[in-house]
């Protein structure tokens, strides 16, 4: 084998890597590709090609409850045969589908046909739902639509000022930090988080500002910014009159939150507040200055008010005429690998591939003239709604989940255990054993990254080539494979197992959308051309940068929606006075089935950990290490405590990478966001006391 050139398997990031041979079959080596650098996950990332438990032969489970080794044809006629009489029994919604924003373009879009062609079940959602689905919900209602970053990421670099409300950016994804260079050096670079993380530890030195709010408050934080800009003449009234609808809501639906109220909610004093502004807007274009970017990331979204407080940031965006401007605009920071080009293509539960909705008539006519069908299923349940309907006497009673690991990724894990605990059927595609393809009653083992051929999208919507390096080991095969097989067994044709012959087809059914990728191919790729969707034709160059001519809504404008601050659901009581916080951690990747496998990586950050504050420690006879338990309304956890000052006192911190008895979504709240679905991960309270040894467990 030669060198190949692709991307890094995990964040949105996608850093260009090549892969180099090396002497052991299915392993390669990872170098950055070019000038570019890599995070300590994507230098080690080639070490999951060849974990010791890696999937390579489908599994089903024995008459005595055990996942033993089976054939291929056999497990794909017992799932089929399964499908059938369940279908028969109760209905094509008797099965449902959750796929995974790391999966290919191609695999999506296969996931979402093969759920409404072949299952013809409306029961199909992602964990995506989990990720980018309040920012999506509100780039939506305001601009019309949703492109995570809508300008490339380079343009940060030129900024004077850079919001970010909600982003570890610098271990979530590092090699981006470079592009926050240029605010921090003119000291604009401002960062909302209830810890000082090491993106907040930015600031210092005169680096910025580290608003660190009360959990839960971003929301009030972000309309009290928006009042100092109005309410002090920093606004761009002339963008305002020109490119947005109403400026007068937005006056309005700010004029109550001065700053000296948020202070009192956020704990944000309210100088910081008004020099935080002026800061930014003295970086606006209004104003003569080098630009400016807010942007957003989970710790603002994983909320059950998360659309309205990306809504509340698009606001102020709007304010200071930033949307639409070069070196200026609103973002957000997509996590998963494929989180943007995951949600353009179909396994979504109401839209259709291309960013189309599945409730609009001629979206639905076209993927009919597509896939050659004469009707489609309708909306179907968000993921945690779809999640809590399993088993249930109206509810699916079979579930295949690919690219999920749901046992640590979900909220409220007791009711997530008990939901997939009560199907008929679990079937489960995956790379390694996951604590979820443990529970299954089939798996079947699937290729990944460096196996497979196939196309990403990033966080700035720009597509990227994927490109196989080694053979898969033993008897893996792509999802591909595994919906094709599938649907030949239901009687459904036109499922390819080449995942250039799905992009083509991807192309023709995407094109019109929003997400428009009718004219991009992997020639045009693989020569190098950047292209960031819509690209609605073969020789059109792309659209790094969207909104410089206006906005694709109705009236072209950018709408205004009126937002207002209000608590967490489970907000602090007497018996928990504390917030739960959860986040990400430099080693770690999302549920950490991959990066918990990886020695390096496990080494460094091994167990499950809770940041307390040295006041509360001290109160609590908590010393560091010590065992310490968290209760919330739904469960407890015993786990060792880091006594730190990078907390709040207010506030506990637990990573949320670790499965089993570490799993801290054990304790998460599953309150849903109305607009978006979205779980609130992000703040729960929670009572905290001293624990006795042994320091790691879950009781109900």
């Known amino acids: 084998m030669s060198s190949v050139p692709t991307h890094c398997p995990y964040c949105a990031l996608q850093c260009a890597t090549t892969l180099h041979p090396v002497a052991r079959p299915g392993a390669v080596e990872v170098r950055p590709a070019g000038r570019g650098g890599l995070c300590r996950k994507g230098w080690t990332a080639a070490d999951v090609l060849t974990v010791p438990d890696r999937l390579t032969t489908p599994l089903i489970r024995n008459a005595a409850g055990e996942l033993v080794e089976t054939s291929w044809d056999t497990a794909l006629d017992f799932v089929a045969s399964r499908i059938k009489s369940l279908q028969q029994a109760h209905g094509p919604d008797a099965v449902a589908v959750f796929g995974g924003g790391g999966l290919t373009n191609e695999k999506a879009y296969a996931l979402g046909k093969f759920a409404r062609v072949a299952l013809k079940t409306a029961n199909v959602d992602y964990n995506g739902r989990f990720c980018m689905s309040s920012a999506a919900a509100a780039t939506n209602r305001a601009f019309g639509i949703d492109r995570g970053l809508p300008f490339p990421l380079a343009d940060l670099g030129g900024a004077g000022a850079i919001l970010l409300v909600g982003s570890n950016i610098a271990e979530t994804m590092p090699p981006a930090v470079t592009h926050l260079q240029g605010a921090r050096d003119a000291g604009g670079l401002l960062v909302v988080d209830p810890r000082r993380s090491a993106t907040a530890g930015l600031t210092e030195d005169d680096g910025g500002i580290h608003l660190q709010a009360t959990p839960g408050t971003d929301l009030a934080l972000v309309l009290a910014l928006t009042h100092v800009i109005l309410q002090e003449g920093l606004a761009d009234t002339a963008y305002l009159a020109e490119r947005v609808d109403d400026p007068d809501l937005l006056i309005r639906s700010t004029a109550s939150w001065w700053p000296e109220r948020a202070e009192r909610v956020t704990g944000v004093p309210a100088a910081t507040i008004r020099r935080a502004a002026r800061v930014l807007a003295a970086a606006a274009p209004v104003h003569g200055g080098a630009g400016a970017f807010i942007l957003t990331g989970r710790g603002a979204e994983q909320h059950s008010k998360g659309t309205d407080t990306v809504t509340a940031c698009i606001n102020l965006a709007l304010a200071l005429g930033l949307p639409g401007r070069l070196g200026s605009g609103y973002g957000c920071i997509t996590g998963q690998g494929n989180g943007q080009g995951g949600r353009e293509h179909g396994q979504k539960a109401d839209q259709l591939p291309g960013y189309r909705s599945i409730s609009d008539p001629a979206a ?40 999920s690991n749901l046992l640590v990724s979900a909220p409220n894990l007791a009711s997530v255990r008990e939901r997939l605990a009560s199907l008929e059927l679990l079937v489960v595609a995956d790379v390694v054993p996951s604590e979820t393809a443990l529970l299954a009653d089939v798996v079947f083992p699937v290729t990944q990254w460096a196996e497979e051929d196939g196309t ?184 060792p405590a880091r006594v730190t000052t990078e907390v709040r006192p207010d506030t506990v911190f637990v990573p949320f990478h670790f499965g089993g008895v570490e799993a801290v979504n054990e304790l998460t709240n599953d309150a849903l966001d109305p607009v978006s679905g979205m779980p609130e991960f992000k703040a729960c309270a929670v009572e905290v006391t001293a624990a006795a040894l042994p320091a790691a467990g879950v009781s109900a």
């Open 456 to 639: 990403m999208t990033s966080l700035e919507g720009r597509v990227l080539r994927r490109r196989a390096a080694v053979a898969p080991p033993g008897e893996v095969r792509s999802d591909l494979a595994v919906f094709a097989g599938l649907a030949e067994r239901l009687g459904s044709k036109g499922f390819s197992t080449d995942p250039g012959e799905v992009f083509e087809e991807l192309r023709r059914a995407s094109a019109g959308g929003r997400a428009d990728y009718s004219g991009i191919t992997w020639e045009r790729l693989d020569a190098g051309e950047a292209l960031f969707w819509p690209v609605p034709g073969e020789g059109h160059p792309g659209t790094p940068r969207l909104f410089a001519d206006g906005f694709p809504t109705a009236d072209g404008r950018a709408h205004v929606v009126a937002v207002d601050h209000r608590p967490v659901a489970d907000d602090l009581n007497a018996d928990a006075p504390i917030y739960l916080v959860t986040g990400r951690l430099l080693q770690h990747y999302q549920s950490g089935a991959q990066t918990r496998r990886v020695p390096e990586l496990a080494e460094a950050e091994p167990e499950v950990f809770a940041e307390i504050h040295p006041r509360v420690a001290a109160q609590l006879g908590i010393g560091d290490g010590r065992p310490v338990r968290l209760r919330t309304a739904r469960g407890s956890m015993v786990l």
């Open 364 to 403: 639905r006519e076209h993927l009919m003239r597509v896939w050659g069908v004469e009707d489609l299923p309708g909306p179907g349940k968000s993921a945690v709604e779809l999640i809590n309907s399993l088993g249930q006497a109206d509810g699916p009673k079979a579930l295949m989940v690919h690219g």
